[in-house]
C-alpha cells in the first residue's frame, strides 16, 4: 500500500510539474522565443526546478508581463484628466502626490499577485468560495458596476483620442474602439504572452509619446521637479482636491480583482520553494511595471506644468481643451503627439477594464459564460452612454465617482485573505506588512469618500 501510494505520489508529482493549458508549441526563432507560452513556460519550470540559470535578465523576461497587463490602469484616460489638471492649476507641486500613490500601487498590486500565486485563484473565486452568499452577491454587483464605469472611462478616451486624430464623431469612434478591444482581446486564444506582448507595445507607445512631449517640447525644471518631488506641499482646498483626485485615478479596484487571476494561466507550481521564487520575480515585475506607470503619469503632470502652468493657461480641465492648446504652444506635432498617446491609453486601458470584467464575472458566478457576452456585458453601457450623446468631462467625472466607492470592497477583502495562513502558507503577510496595507487601505478609502462627497457637493 504504502509503495502504491509513493508511485502515485511521485506521478502526481510528474503531472503537477507538467500541468499546464498550453497551446501547441510555436518554433520561433530564439531571440521571439519569449513571446510564446509554451518556450515561456519551459523556462520558467527549468528556473523554479533548478534545472537552468539563464542571464538574470533573460529570468525577468521570462516572470515579466502580469504586473504590465495591470498597470495600464494606472495609466488610464482618468490619470490623463488628473495629472494634466494638476499640473496646469499648480506647475510641479503635486507631484510627490504622484510619487506616493505609486508605491501604494505597487503595495497593493503585489498583494493581489500574491494572492493568486499563493491560492492558485482570483480574488473573486475566494470571495465566492469563503463570504456568506448575500454579501457575495452584494460584492459582485459592486464589482460589474466597477467594471462597467472603468470600461466608460478607457471607452471616452479611446474615442476621444480616435476623434483628435481623424475627426471620427464620438459615437462610432466608441464602436471602433469596441471592436479594436476584441481583436486585442482575441490574441489570448494564441496564449497569454501574445496578449502581454500587444499590452507592453502599448504601454512602449504611452511611454514614447511623453518622452517626446518632454524631452523635444516641453523643456521642464528639473530642479523644480527634484523639489516637488521630496518636498510635500497643498496650499488651497483647490490643491487638496487635485491631490486626492491624482490618489482616485491612481488606485483602481478592477486591475486589484484582475492581477490576482493573471498568474494562474502561466504555471501551476505545487511546492512552497517554487511559490517563493515566483512571487520574488512577480515582485520585480510589479516594481518595474509600476515604476514606469509612476514615470509616465509624472509626465504627464511635468507636461502639463512646463507647458500650461508656464504659459498661463491655469484652468484646463478637458484633455479636449489640453490637445487644441497645445498646438498653438508648442505645435501641431505636439498636439498629435498628445492625441496618440491618449489612444494608446484608451485602447490598452479598455482592453484591460474588459478583461477584468470577464474575471469578475466569472470568478463570482462559477457559470460557463461565453467569452463574448461577458466582454460585451462589459463594454456595453460605455457604448450606449457615449451613444447617448452625454458631456464626456461630466461622463469621466461620474465614473471615477463610482471607482471611488469601489476601492473598499476590494482592497479589504484582499487584505483579509493574505493575512490568512491557511490560504497563504508560506505567502502569508507579515505583521508589518498588514500594518502597512491596513493604514494604506485606511488612507485610500478616506480620501476617496471625501473626494466623493465633495464631487457630490458639487453637483458632479
Known sequence: MDRRQDIGQKRGNAQADHEVDAPKAVHLPRRWQLVDDTATRNLIRGILLGRTTPPFWKRV??????AFVASVAYMDPGNFATNISAGARYGYMLLWVV????LMAMLIQALSAKLGIATGRSLPELIRDHFPRPLV???WVVAELVAMATDLAEFLGAALGLNLLFGIPMWPAALITGVLAFMILSLEQ???RPLE????FFVGIIALCYFIEIGLF???DLKEIGLAVVQPRVTDTESVLLAVGILGATVMPHVIYLHSALTQGRLVVRTDAARRTLFRYEVID???AMGIAGLINGAMLIMAAATFHRSGYRQLTELTDAYLTLQPLLGPLAATVFAVSLLASGLSSSTVGTLAGQVIMQGFLRRKIPTWLRRLVTMAPAIVVIGLGLDPTRALVLSQVVLSFGI???FIPLIIFTQRRDLMGPLVNSRLTTILAVVVAALIIGLNLFLLYQTIAMGF
Do not use: E, K
Open 61 to 66: 523576461l521570462a516572470f515579466m508581463g502580469p
Open 218 to 220: 516641453a523643456h521642464p
Open 408 to 410: 473598499p470592497f476590494a
Open 137 to 139: 452577491w452584494f460584492l
Open 99 to 102: 510619487v506616493m500613490s505609486n
Open 286 to 288: 510589479v516594481v518595474l
Open 190 to 192: 494564441y496564449g497569454f
Open 197 to 200: 506582448a500587444a499590452i507592453i
